[in-house]
């Protein structure tokens, strides 16, 4: 494998279902990123980890739990979710957190489409 | 509000001839602007870049211009071709800053 993956690719949840979505990055990058496409609208950025460590959280609300076990991984854990939040979440990674030194490449994975019934 | 805007959902171009996509901006703070370039069922890709202290930057069938005075900026793919046809991302971000902003994308059709 190369690049970022995510699975699953399809999701399909019950309001009150507790689910995960996985991304993996096989690139020795050191920031991830989780960004949120609802139907219509602009990528919204998520969570920003760096190093592991969260660096952002941009007002997402606490039904969406992120985890980064490691630089490779990154987990989105959802949580009694409302039909609003169906959409595809993108993960992506670069080699440096952007805006560290300036501008770095993100690389986006294939992304999850969540529908929430 | 929006801060990055791409005004047209869609735009068909014959193949060969030049597809010309616009991104409108309101943010003065920007200083970095980016193009991703999004096939069906897959992330978006990087495409191209310019730095606010440029106007053109070029790259193969792709240039990108900027014309800070008026907050806009657009992408040239010229000429055109089949494998062009995407969505395509403008987004943009404040030196040091941790986010970028995209617009909502523009689907490009290259029509045989």
């Known amino acids: 494998e190369t690049g970022v993956t995510q699975t699953p690719r399809h999701l399909v949840m019950g309001m009150t279902n507790k689910k995960s979505l996985k991304c993996e990055q096989h690139l020795g990058h050191n920031a991830m990123y989780w960004y949120k496409q609802s139907a219509k609208k602009p990528l919204e950025l998520m969570f920003v980890y760096s190093l592991e460590e969260r660096v952002e959280n941009n007002s997402v609300p606490s039904r969406f739990s992120p985890e980064c076990p490691n630089s490779s991984h990154l987990f989105l854990h959802l949580h009694t979710l409302q039909p609003e939040d169906s959409a595809l979440y993108l993960c992506?990674?670069?080699?440096?957190?952007?805006?560290?030194?300036?501008?770095?490449?993100?690389?986006f994975g294939p992304g999850t489409r969540l529908t929430v019934l | 509000d929006q801060q990055v805007k791409q005004n047209s959902p869609s735009l068909s171009v014959q193949e060969g001839r030049i597809s010309i996509l616009n991104c409108d901006y309101t943010n003065s703070m920007f200083d970095y602007f980016l193009w991703y370039k999004k096939y069906p069922a897959e992330g978006p890709t990087f495409l191209i870049s310019i730095s606010s202290i440029k106007d053109k930057n070029e790259d193969g069938r792709f240039t990108v211009f900027l014309n800070k005075s008026a907050k806009h900026l657009s992408l040239h793919i010229v000429p055109s071709q089949p494998g062009d046809s995407a969505v395509y991302f403008c987004?943009?971000?404040?030196?040091?800053?941790?986010?970028?902003?995209f617009g909502k994308g523009t689907r490009l059709h290259i029509l045989p």
């Open positions: 992506a990674s670069s080699r440096l957190r952007w805006g560290t030194s300036g501008w770095e490449e993100q690389f």
């Open positions: 987004a943009a971000s404040v030196a040091r800053d941790d986010k970028i902003i």
